[in-house]
């Protein structure tokens, strides 16, 4: 069973701080971790995939994100955060023969000016 | 390049009565997806499809929802009859291979679905 669970329903910071949106994962084989961007009224779009091929992902918009394996965590990051940067995010999780892709419940990030 | 379609974008029906989502995947997508997303819940799979063939559909509530792939292209989701509790986006995504683990899915803008 694949399972994923995102720490904060809600994260405020102000602009040009730094973002940290946590979520941790639960698989019994090696992972495919993905982190999804929501604006509103809009589809879902893909920042992110960790595959295995490194530990330390870089995505759009200037985000990434780190696999830790001790930790079980895939926390995404950006450095300094903008206006722009204000949606829902979720983290998703792929493993093993499961064919579904699991989400989180998702964290809202509020950039504060 | 195109993206996802989805219409309608908003719907607004009576419990009991039937409603219809479409979606229109980008081209030469094998893979189609329809989740659920219940306000404040990530997006839930309800059916996946490769080209006309469904691949999932454990979490699909088979008495009254249903779902086609017309000749491996557009898609359509019906529910019928619908509940208050079917309240949610409706979220169509398309991918290009077959279901392969790291593949991205891309998905539509969603229908919105109210249930009075």
């Known amino acids: 069973a694949q399972s994923v669970t995102q720490l904060g329903s809600h994260v405020s910071v102000s602009e040009g701080a730094l973002v940290l949106l946590r979520c941790n994962y639960s698989?019994?084989?090696?992972?495919?971790l993905f982190w999804y961007v929501q604006y509103p009224n809009q589809g879902l779009q893909l920042l992110l995939k960790?595959?295995?091929?490194?530990?330390l992902v870089k995505g759009i918009n200037g985000f990434e994100a780190e696999f830790k394996k001790s930790e079980t965590s895939f926390h995404l990051t950006k450095p300094s955060a903008h206006m722009s940067d204000a949606a829902e995010y979720f983290c998703?999780?792929?493993?093993?023969?499961?064919?579904?892709?699991?989400f989180g419940s998702g964290t809202q990030l509020t950039v504060l000016p | 390049e195109a993206g996802v379609a989805q219409s309608p974008r908003y719907k607004i029906i009576e419990k009991r009565q039937s409603v219809a989502f479409w979606c229109n995947p980008i081209?030469?997508?094998?893979?189609l997806y329809w989740y659920q997303q219940i306000l404040g819940q990530g997006p839930k799979l309800l059916i996946q499809?490769?080209?006309?063939?469904?691949?999932?559909d454990s979490q699909l509530p088979k008495d009254r929802f249903s779902a086609e792939r017309l000749k491996g292209v557009d898609s359509t989701l019906k529910i019928q009859p619908a509940k208050l509790e079917d309240s949610a986006v409706y979220l169509c995504?398309?991918?290009?291979?077959?279901?392969?683990?790291?593949?991205?899915?891309?998905f539509g803008p969603g229908t919105r679905l109210t249930v009075l």
């Open positions: 995504a398309s991918s290009p291979g077959p279901a392969a683990i790291t593949d991205t899915q891309y």
């Open positions: 998703a999780v792929r493993s093993g023969s499961a064919r579904q892709l699991t």
């Open positions: 698989s019994s084989v090696p992972p495919y």
């Open positions: 081209s030469g997508h094998a893979t």
């Open positions: 960790y595959t295995s091929a490194a530990t």
């Open positions: 499809f490769q080209n006309n063939g469904v691949v999932d």
